[in-house]
């Protein structure tokens, strides 16, 4: 099934930073209600582009509440090998990065520790291996 607003999502991504305001605009588009697949791509990407931290953790935030609503058969339309427990390991690790950086340790805590229990959905390849590295890195720095 082609899926017109995750490829626009991808374009947007694709031009960077240059492609914030194209997402926002979809995010406008999409609106709080929209297909949950949308907005957990959707916020997900736009948090890796706040410079601010405080509206990095609220789309990091928008994109795990999206995730909570999201199918397996939806995200099984876009791509056949989708799970979304595969999702909540990167979601989880976004929210607990972010948590540290503004120095709220018990939060980044429970979200590392939800990130650590559901690892074991990640599949085995490069995605996977980063996701696991990056979670056993804020683990480390955590630990300092």
Same mark, same amino acid.
Do not use: K
């Given at each position: 099934?082609? =899926?017109?607003?995750m490829?626009?999502?991808?374009?947007?991504v694709q031009q960077g930073r240059?492609g914030?305001?194209?997402?926002?605009?979809?995010?406008? @588009?999409i609106g709080?209600?929209? =297909?949950?697949?949308?907005?957990?791509s959707?916020?997900?990407y736009?948090?890796?582009l !706040?410079d601010?931290? @405080?509206? %990095?953790?609220?789309?990091?935030e928008?994109?795990?509440?999206?995730?909570? @609503?999201l199918?397996? &058969?939806r995200?099984? !339309?876009?791509?056949?090998?989708?799970?979304?427990r595969a999702f909540?390991?990167s979601?989880?690790l976004?929210?607990?990065d972010?948590?540290? +950086?503004?120095e709220h340790? %018990? +939060?980044?805590?429970e979200?590392?520790a939800a &990130?650590?229990?559901a690892?074991?959905?990640l599949?085995d390849?490069g995605?996977?291996?980063?996701?696991?590295?990056g979670?056993?890195?804020? @683990?480390a720095r955590?630990l300092?």
């Amino acid at each position: 099934m082609t =899926d017109d607003m995750m490829a626009r999502i991808g374009a947007a991504v694709q031009q960077g930073r240059d492609g914030r305001p194209v997402l926002t605009a979809l995010w406008d @588009e999409i609106g709080p209600a929209g =297909d949950p697949l949308h907005r957990c791509s959707l916020a997900h990407y736009l948090a890796d582009l !706040q410079d601010d931290a @405080e509206a %990095e953790l609220l789309w990091d935030e928008r994109a795990l509440a999206a995730v909570a @609503e999201l199918t397996d &058969a939806r995200a099984q !339309q876009y791509h056949a090998a989708l799970q979304v427990r595969a999702f909540l390991p990167s979601l989880h690790l976004n929210l607990a990065d972010v948590h540290h +950086r503004l120095e709220h340790p %018990e +939060r980044a805590r429970e979200h590392l520790a939800a &990130a650590r229990a559901a690892a074991h959905h990640l599949p085995d390849d490069g995605y996977g291996e980063m996701i696991r590295g990056g979670i056993s890195n804020l @683990e480390a720095r955590l630990l300092r």
